[in-house]
């Protein structure tokens, strides 16, 4: 398993599922791999992240005098940079995607973190249906962010919930020299599945306290189990994990 490394969700449009898959990223790292980390929360509107009190995320108030302050971002690329034994997880607003790439940018962190033989991954989410667009204009502003690093690579999640991404080849083509691999969000277009996950998430529940609670049955658990089994496998194929634990029913 690849430790310390430093983990990045970033998506310029809000409300496609970008803190649903930290928390789902947090779970495989420190549940499931049994890897302690480090998480921070920079949504100064939704932290929904920082809200999964087991996932120890903690809040940064990047907010002064009523506006994103960028100078507020140094503690924690300064912790990320320094810090040799850590596993960090990131996850970022919507409305501050522009002025967190372009701090990236105007202070030179992806060289940073080349400096720092930091091994850096940016999650990203796209979606189908009419955000579809909106979410690929994203990638493409995250790839053209690190197009020239070597320890910078971008996970590219697809999440179904909003639809089948179509027509999205060529891009993911041009982005493919810098892209570690892709996790696919699977709709399984059933009404149990749907009804579980919304459980989970509206009282802000890993799966590792959904399974030890009385509040989801034996069917909702191994529905639950069957979901993360299957985004698990997949993230072991992209942080080159070897001999891949199926959670037992």
Same mark, same amino acid.
């Given at each position: 398993?690849?430790?310390?490394?430093?983990?990045?969700?970033?998506?310029?449009?809000?409300?496609?599922?970008?803190? *649903?898959?930290?928390?789902?990223?947090? !779970?495989?790292?420190? $549940?499931?791999?049994?890897?302690?980390?480090?998480?921070?929360?920079?949504?100064?509107? #939704?932290?929904?992240?920082?809200?999964?009190?087991?996932?120890?995320?903690?809040?940064?108030? /990047?907010?002064?005098?009523?506006?994103?302050?960028?100078?507020?971002?140094?503690?924690?690329?300064?912790?990320?940079?320094? $810090?040799?034994?850590?596993?960090?997880? /990131?996850?970022?607003?919507?409305?501050?995607?522009?002025?967190?790439?372009?701090?990236?940018?105007?202070?030179? +962190? /992806?060289?940073?973190?080349?400096?720092?033989?930091?091994?850096?991954?940016?999650?990203?989410?796209?979606?189908?249906? !009419?955000?579809?667009?909106?979410? &690929?204009?994203?990638?493409?502003? &995250?790839?053209?962010?690190?197009?020239?690093?070597? #320890?910078?690579?971008?996970?590219?999640?697809?999440?179904?919930?909003?639809?089948? /991404?179509?027509?999205? %080849?060529?891009?993911?083509?041009?982005? @493919?020299?810098?892209?570690?691999?892709? +996790?696919?969000?699977?709709?399984?277009?059933?009404?149990?599945?749907?009804? %579980?996950?919304?459980?989970?998430?509206? #009282?802000?529940?890993?799966?590792?306290?959904?399974?030890?609670?009385?509040?989801? #049955?034996?069917?909702?658990? !191994? =529905?639950?189990? =069957?979901?993360?089994?299957?985004?698990? @496998? !997949?993230? %072991?194929?992209? *942080? %080159? +994990?070897?001999?891949?634990?199926? &959670?037992?029913?």
């Amino acid at each position: 398993m690849k430790l310390n490394t430093i983990n990045l969700t970033l998506q310029g449009k809000g409300g496609v599922g970008k803190s *649903y898959i930290t928390t789902i990223l947090a !779970q495989y790292l420190k $549940d499931y791999k049994g890897i302690e980390i480090s998480g921070a929360d920079t949504d100064p509107v #939704n932290r929904s992240f920082s809200a999964f009190k087991t996932l120890n995320a903690m809040p940064i108030d /990047i907010i002064e005098n009523d506006a994103i302050s960028q100078a507020r971002f140094d503690s924690i690329f300064e912790l990320m940079l320094t $810090d040799e034994n850590s596993t960090f997880i /990131i996850d970022n607003g919507a409305s501050t995607f522009l002025p967190f790439t372009k701090y990236i940018k105007d202070n030179g +962190v /992806i060289e940073m973190f080349e400096e720092a033989r930091k091994e850096v991954f940016i999650h990203t989410v796209i979606v189908g249906g !009419q955000s579809q667009n909106d979410t &690929l204009q994203g990638l493409l502003t &995250l790839f053209d962010l690190l197009k020239d690093s070597n #320890n910078v690579k971008l996970v590219i999640w697809l999440n179904e919930f909003q639809g089948k /991404i179509t027509d999205a %080849d060529k891009i993911f083509k041009a982005v @493919a020299k810098k892209t570690a691999g892709f +996790v696919v969000v699977e709709n399984k277009n059933s009404d149990a599945f749907t009804a %579980d996950l919304e459980k989970l998430t509206k #009282n802000r529940l890993t799966l590792k306290e959904a399974l030890e609670s009385a509040d989801f #049955n034996l069917m909702a658990k !191994q =529905r639950l189990k =069957r979901v993360f089994n299957d985004i698990y @496998a !997949q993230l %072991d194929q992209i *942080y %080159d +994990v070897e001999n891949t634990e199926i &959670l037992e029913a």
